[in-house]
């Protein structure tokens, strides 16, 4: 490449696309080159060698390079597609991680908890939003969707809020994933 060298061009095409696969595919390899290349960003470094076995590697590294790049994107996608789904959904939602405690809750459950944002949820147990009366039946479907990882049928209870205020409703749980961990979703309908 007149004018520039390998590490040069990566460092250009990161400064426009941070996520783009990009392979150094160079004649004039070290362990420093290397170390270079992906210190700047390069996805795999490939020193030249001779014999067509090289571009069959070669190939392969292009190939699961594309791979990787097409499933991180789809995967994104899908999280904003889902969190735009949650974000606006009327009804209070909030999500539980597998030792039950809060991952996520919408607007609407912030506001159903008389919570001043999510901060004051997040980390807090399922538990602790239901009336003492409620908890070990919670406890009890809670690790049977998680175990079983299918969804559980409504249910009452007393959801208790953060200032203490009970109120009735009908909890729907489903197991699922959120950012690649196991969730429990519990949909509360009043």
Do not use: C
Not at 51 to 73: M, P
Not at 162 to 171: F, P, Q, S, Y
Request: no cysteine; proline share 4%.
């Amino acid at each position: 490449m007149p004018g520039k060298n390998g590490i040069e061009f990566l460092k250009s095409v990161r400064s426009k696309w941070s996520e783009l696969p990009f392979i150094l595919y160079t004649g004039k390899g070290s362990e420093e080159v290397a170390s270079d290349a992906i210190s700047a960003g390069a996805t795999d470094y490939i020193q030249k060698e001779s014999g067509a076995d090289h571009y069959t590697l070669l190939s392969n590294r292009i190939r699961n390079a594309v791979e990787h790049y097409r499933a991180k994107t789809t995967a994104q996608r899908t999280d904003e597609r889902y969190h735009n789904l949650i974000d606006t959904a009327p009804i209070p939602i909030l999500l539980f991680d597998e030792d039950g405690k809060s991952v996520y809750a919408n607007e609407a459950a912030v506001t159903f908890l008389n919570a001043t944002s999510y901060a004051d949820l997040e980390n807090e147990p399922f538990t602790h939003f239901l009336h003492p009366d409620d908890q070990e039946t919670a406890t009890e479907r809670f690790q049977t969707l998680m175990s079983e990882e299918e969804h559980a049928p409504e249910i009452e209870y007393q959801v208790r809020t953060l200032d203490g205020e009970l109120k009735r409703a009908t909890v729907s749980t489903a197991y699922g994933y959120y950012r690649g961990e196991k969730v429990a979703q519990a949909m509360i309908h009043y």
